[in-house]
């Protein structure tokens, strides 16, 4: 069966630092999103992304954050210079429309020091 | 979106006990979505309703949409360890907003 992969599982990374996430959505999805969960709180939505562009971000999803399709398969979140509190961990997500239900990635923990 | 709201916030049962959890609405949706989310884990699409009076099961689980499509109840038969997680309820769309959810504990 068809799943969204992520990698690292797992970055530490120190403040001020640039990190990426990637994620490999399901390939004939079309919707892409990024989640994420801080230790002991709810997930919280950070970006959908639509057609080479981003369809709805939250408040969280600041100019600190970007997204990208670089090619037919992989999907980033990019942190251009990370601070204390985006320790968390990131969830990447797809679907096959808009309304249709999503798919998880198993998450990379994201630790900044 | 606007949420779902949903109760219990937390529930501990014996193992065998049934669990129920219900998601409310204001306004009509057109589908809703359950998810679960285990200690640790990452959230996992469960099913989508879209028929109002809509039931469907998978194994024990049972779930219904409300005839007026503003409520939604997850039902658990005879609970197991297994079943420990978080469920959520979602009015689907662009984002899903994962509201409070229904933490499940299960006791041997």
């Known amino acids: 069966e068809p799943e969204v992969t992520q990698t690292p599982s797992h970055q530490v990374t120190q403040m001020g630092q640039e990190v990426i996430l990637r994620c490999v959505p399901i390939s004939n999805h079309l919707y892409f999103y990024w989640y994420r969960q801080i230790l002991g709180q709810k997930v919280e939505f950070l970006v959908s992304f639509y057609n080479n562009e981003i369809s709805e971000k939250s408040e969280i999803f600041d100019d600190q954050f970007s997204v990208e399709r670089p090619d037919g398969s992989n999907f980033t979140l990019k942190i251009r210079s990370t601070k204390l509190e985006d320790s968390a961990m990131y969830f990447c997500?797809?679907?096959?429309?808009?309304?249709?239900?999503?798919?998880f990635g198993p998450g990379t923990r994201l630790t900044v020091t | 979106g606007q949420q779902v709201m949903q109760i219990p916030q937390y529930q501990h049962v014996q193992e065998g006990e049934d669990f129920t959890t219900y998601c409310n609405s204001s306004t009509t949706l057109s589908n809703i979505q359950w998810y679960k989310q285990r200690p640790g884990g990452h959230p996992v699409f469960l099913i989508q309703?879209?028929?109002?009076?809509e039931v469907k099961k998978q194994k024990r689980l049972t779930f219904q949409f409300g005839e007026a499509k503003k409520n939604s109840s997850l039902h658990i038969t005879a609970t197991q360890t297994t079943d420990v997680g978080t469920y959520f309820c979602d009015r689907g769309g662009n984002k899903l907003t994962f509201g409070t959810g229904t933490q499940l504990k299960v006791e041997l």
């Open positions: 997500a797809s679907g096959r429309g808009r309304s249709y239900e999503q798919y």
């Open positions: 309703l879209v028929k109002s009076g």
